[in-house]
């Protein structure tokens, strides 16, 4: 079964830094570009940023450029999301994406990151 | 930036059917995409590179594209259809773009 589980969620101040994960399993994750979306609290999805296959190439939405950095190991099939200088407007659901030529699927199950003092 | 346009909420008595579309001036070049979620859930791919779709997706949902729009279809709407639809696409500078999304009541 294609999975993804991402963990690394929680409570943070504003300024601080969290490092989310991805773990994924069932298919062979060294040949997919991968994503992290994030969803505010009774927002829309907003696509954050990607990686290539091999990491060769990352892209970000304006808004984190320069604050997060994406990252994988193919090694330990795993996706990476380093945030740092988090502000409130952070706060949402982060779920990790497998890109394909179908689109964005499967979806993890999202993890909960609560930028607040 | 590039925007894709959805309307908020569209809503349709059960067995009727449903269109919402998602409008982009790159459209017409790029592919889109489209996924459903229910609450407390994650998206689920309903409709991909315009018209095809996944399998395990009801034949109900179609999609198809008409310069720089493209419509989401549900045809013979059920109560489980109920949920957010959001379109995704890109622009020519790369990044990928996802529409404000569109909430589905069925009466």
């Known amino acids: 079964e294609v999975q993804l589980v991402e963990s690394g969620g929680g409570l943070v101040q504003p300024g601080g830094s969290l490092r989310l994960s991805c773990a994924a399993s069932?298919?062979?994750?060294?040949?997919?570009?991968m994503s992290w979306v994030r969803q505010a609290p009774g927002k829309g999805l907003e696509w954050v940023a990607n990686?290539?296959?091999?990491?060769?190439?990352?892209y970000y939405v304006d808004s984190v450029k320069g604050r997060f950095t994406i990252s994988r190991d193919n090694a330990k099939n795993s996706l990476y999301l380093q945030m740092n200088s988090l502000r409130a407007e952070d706060t949402a659901v982060y779920y990790c994406a497998r890109e394909g030529s179908l689109g964005f699927d499967p979806w993890g199950q999202g993890t909960l990151v609560t930028v607040s003092s | 930036s590039y925007e894709l346009t959805q309307p908020p909420s569209v809503s349709v008595s059960p067995g009727q059917t449903a269109r919402i579309t998602c409008s982009g001036d790159?459209?017409?070049?790029?592919?889109a995409y489209w996924y459903q979620q229910k609450p407390g859930q994650a998206p689920v791919l309903v409709i991909y590179?315009?018209?095809e779709r996944p399998s395990g997706i009801p034949e109900r949902f179609s999609g198809s594209s008409s310069g720089t729009t493209v419509t989401l279809t549900i045809s013979g709407v059920q109560a489980e259809d109920e949920a957010d639809y959001y379109c995704q696409s890109a622009d020519s500078s790369g990044p990928w773009v996802f529409g404000g999304g569109t909430k589905l009541t069925v009466l």
């Open positions: 790159a459209l017409p070049k790029q592919y």
């Open positions: 069932g298919f062979t994750f060294s040949s997919y570009w």
């Open positions: 990686i290539k296959q091999d990491g060769s190439e990352k």
């Open positions: 590179k315009d018209s």
